[in-house]
């Protein structure tokens, strides 16, 4: 018998919901398979800050982020990226962006009109109340009660709803498997004590990394210590990447 367009409907909610379910059921005991069978995720709630001021443009984090999570160098997309900003005498704002981790910003001639320039490190702002795993039909993506948010590749179908989702733009569908991708703090590294390949890279200390319940730890010293603010908050979406001295021109 012919399937109705209702019944199909009607039929891939269900599926949909059921896979959630089941999905949601299994996080709580196994938040990733990256993770090391002892690891508590209960036990952790991972902090990540970016301080502007101190960002030299280097690209040393994104080639590192792509070497360590097998993204190709050379594509164009990226789980972490650094943008920068120029500021001309009337205040008009030009961003360009260095995604490629074999590359560094394109030379520019020189400009009387530039009175300010610096760089913006980007990457998943880790949000309390995420458009993507809002919009995922199948439950591929979820939040890890330890802070990051998480993507399940095989439950991933390739659909990219949640990469048109992403009101910063950290989401992508990866070149070679197709499905989607994004920064998860490296959480194969820092479920077993390391830090992510970006942080532990970076020469000038940009990036700031630790565990909010751990008094003593990096990300606790720098929230108190700097004045903070996050991206585009006035979307609702509560993200957690906090950055100090960060700027009005700042998208």
């Known amino acids: 018998m012919e399937l109705s367009r209702k019944g199909?409907?009607?039929?891939?909610?269900?599926?949909?919901?059921?896979?959630?379910?089941?999905?949601?059921?299994?996080?709580?005991?196994t938040p990733s398979a990256e993770a090391p069978p002892a690891y508590n995720p209960a036990d952790h709630k991972w902090g990540y800050g970016i301080d502007i001021d101190k960002c030299i443009g280097c690209g040393s984090c994104v080639t590192?982020?792509?070497?360590?999570?097998?993204?190709?160098?050379?594509?164009?997309v990226s789980r972490t990226w650094i943008e920068r900003y120029r500021i001309t005498t009337k205040d008009e704002i030009l961003v360009d962006s260095l995604s490629k981790g074999n590359s560094s910003f394109a030379e520019t001639e020189a400009?009387?009109?530039?009175?300010?320039?610096?760089?913006v490190p980007k990457m998943c702002n880790l949000c309390e109340h995420s458009a993507c795993t809002q919009v995922c039909p199948v439950g591929?993506?979820?939040?890890?009660?330890?802070g990051p948010i998480l993507v399940d590749k095989s439950y991933c179908i390739g659909c990219g709803y949640c990469v048109q989702a992403c009101p910063y733009g950290t989401r992508f569908m990866h070149p070679e498997g197709h499905i989607a991708d994004k920064c998860n703090l490296c959480y194969h590294r820092i479920t077993r004590g390391l830090k992510p390949a970006c942080v532990e890279v970076c020469p000038t200390q940009t990036r700031v990394f630790g565990d909010l319940k751990d008094p003593n730890s990096d990300?606790?010293?720098?929230?108190?210590?700097?004045?903070?603010?996050?991206?585009?908050?006035?979307?609702?979406?509560?993200?957690?990447?906090?950055?100090?001295?960060?700027?009005?021109e700042v998208w």
């Open 64 to 76: 590192a982020c792509k070497t360590e999570n097998g993204i190709p160098l050379e594509a164009a």
């Open 111 to 119: 400009r009387d009109d530039i009175k300010d320039t610096f760089f």
């Open 219 to 248: 990300i606790v010293e720098f929230r108190k210590q700097k004045k903070l603010g996050t991206l585009k908050a006035y979307l609702g979406t509560q993200p957690q990447i906090t950055y100090a001295n960060i700027r009005r």
């Open 8 to 29: 199909f409907i009607k039929g891939f909610l269900a599926a949909a919901t059921a896979a959630v379910s089941g999905k949601l059921l299994s996080q709580e005991k």
């Open 140 to 146: 591929a993506t979820f939040d890890s009660m330890d």
